[in-house]
């Protein structure tokens, strides 16, 4: 009986199907190359982010005389306590964060309303409207530096940080209408009928139930909005001139002297200019995504 229940399991026992065996082999193979390029194309993403902290902790002559590549021998840490106590990099720090933060706000704020004013009313000139923003986007930043500083001149706003602001929105209207009109082509018009019956006003329709189902856009818009407005370096360098305006992106030229030129307190400025960005985006980054793909495919 058992010679027989072996030949019987032996018979019953699933055959290996080679073929089956050979894609899986391929496919276990193709995830390793796959990974490993994804890996060295990582590796020279953030190489360059550990390079920029070894050279913020490097001297004058270790940035000269050795390789480019070496590790700080007596690693620098007092050239960050130096650009953040006497190089003003806390001053510029704090306006590059409020400049950012109300250019953000009254951006996507303004873009919101004009949005839903297109999409959501009807009145003869939306059409037109909407194509003069569009048109903002194909002006380039430099064609408008003379003009907006007579203008800015003629206003008495040279060196005020509300041309800033303003210049900084103006400009990131057109992007942001552009990616808040594909969500709001999404969005259900029969949530906002509803409220129309409930009684509802046209602002509390926008701000208590249009406003709120775009959120994940929005976050998407201001994330944009903020990487543009913390790096921007033509407007601030052309119409501010006092240290107490200036961000950092311009505040670093002070570390550059005419006989002498701190590399290490650069580097240093360097890696907290990008901090707040890299953690903005770490945490935020799948906002950017969720955004634009929830705006992509209509209906």
């Not at 276990?28 to 993403?45: C, D, E, M, N, P």
Request: hydrophobic residues 50%; proline residues 5%; aromatic residues 14%.
């Amino acid at each position: 009986m058992n010679e027989v229940t072996v030949q019987q399991e032996k018979q019953q026992a699933p055959k290996l199907d080679p073929q089956n065996s050979t894609g899986s082999l391929l496919s276990k193979i193709g995830f390793v190359v796959l990974y490993t390029i994804l890996g060295i194309i990582a590796f020279f993403q953030i190489y360059p982010l550990i390079w920029l902290v070894f050279f913020s902790l490097k001297t004058n002559s270790e940035v000269f005389n050795d390789s480019p590549f070496s590790l700080p021998s007596n690693p620098q840490w007092g050239n960050y306590i130096t650009v953040w106590t006497e190089g003003n990099i806390s001053l510029y720090f704090f306006n590059s964060v409020w400049i950012t933060a109300t250019a953000v706000i009254l951006t996507v704020l303004s873009a919101s309303l004009v949005t839903f004013a297109i999409t959501r009313m009807k009145w003869k000139l939306n059409k037109l409207v909407l194509g003069l923003f569009m048109v903002g986007i194909m002006i380039p930043v430099h064609s408008t530096l003379i003009p907006l500083f007579d203008f800015f001149l003629r206003v008495n706003l040279i060196d005020n940080p509300i041309a800033i602001v303003l210049t900084y929105t103006a400009f990131n209207l057109p992007l942001t209408i552009m990616i808040l009109l594909g969500f709001y082509y999404t969005l259900p018009r029969e949530i906002e009928e509803a409220a129309v019956i409930d009684g509802c006003s046209v602002h509390r329709i926008f701000f208590q139930v249009t406003l709120p189902m775009t959120m994940p856009v929005i976050a998407t818009t201001a994330i944009i909005n903020m990487i543009y407005n913390w790096n921007e370096f033509i407007f601030i360098n052309t119409f501010i001139s006092s240290d107490k305006y200036k961000t950092l992106t311009v505040g670093i030229q002070n570390f550059v002297g005419q006989y002498m030129t701190e590399w290490g307190a650069i580097g240093a400025t360097l890696v907290i200019s990008i901090l707040p960005i890299l953690i903005a985006f770490f945490f935020l980054s799948n906002k950017i995504v969720e955004g634009i793909s929830s705006g992509a495919v209509k209906g």
